[in-house]
């Protein structure tokens, strides 16, 4: 949990000392309901940070909730849960994107058949694990209040689609990664949600 609530900002632990809330984590703590706090965090959270610099991460440089609105709104604004496991969390670069798209509207086009003789290969590697790690990036992408309120699937109504896109390009130039020196230079940035240089800035 220490680490869930560094990475969304709202506090830092350090052993033997009492936990941070940072000014981002007290906007939450107030907030009732969808929180407007996490909804602006997902848009300027990057791979990788300083806070998820694990051997997962390696070779990955990206800007993961812009990647996902991207491919969600070009695979008929939804993203099964399966699909998330198996063709966006492998994702290191936006530029893989093209693939990951071309690969998920074949997946829909495949008979069950083949989609079961897949998931019983893949009982075999490390599929399991990842799925069943999936939890917290999905409830991640899902702090999006435009997206659904659905737990099967990432998806976006057609009444809330045109407004996704339009996060998306603005987000889009200015997704410039981050070069944080250490944690608490990390903490600091995505703990403050008026930061002068946070993305969210450009949205006032």
Not at 18 to 32: C, D, F, N, S, V
Not at 107 to 122: D, H, S
Not at 154 to 162: F, P
Request: hydrophobic content about 40%; charged content about 25%.
């Amino acid at each position: 949990m220490k680490r869930v609530y560094e990475n969304l900002g709202l506090c830092w632990v350090v052993s033997g000392q009492p936990i941070r809330i940072t000014p981002a984590g007290r906007e939450y703590l107030k907030e009732k309901g969808p929180s407007k706090v996490l909804d602006a965090h997902i848009w300027r959270y990057q791979l990788p940070n300083p806070l998820n610099d694990v051997e997962a991460t390696k070779g990955i440089s990206l800007f993961p909730h812009l990647v996902v609105a991207e491919m969600l709104l070009a695979c008929d604004n939804y993203i099964t849960n399966d699909e998330f496991v198996l063709f966006v969390v492998r994702m290191k670069r936006s530029t893989g994107m093209a693939i990951g798209i071309e690969r998920i509207r074949a997946w829909r086009k495949a008979p069950q058949a083949t989609k079961t003789e897949i998931f019983n290969r893949l009982a075999l590697t490390k599929y399991t694990t990842i799925d069943q790690n999936s939890g917290f990036p999905l409830a991640f992408h899902r702090c999006d209040l435009l997206l659904d309120r659905r737990t099967d699937q990432l998806s976006v109504s057609k009444k809330n689609a045109e407004d996704l896109a339009a996060m998306l390009e603005l987000f889009k130039g200015e997704a410039v990664p981050i070069q944080f020196n250490d944690e608490p230079d990390t903490i600091a940035f995505y703990g403050d949600p008026h930061h002068p240089s946070s993305l969210r800035s450009c949205v006032a």
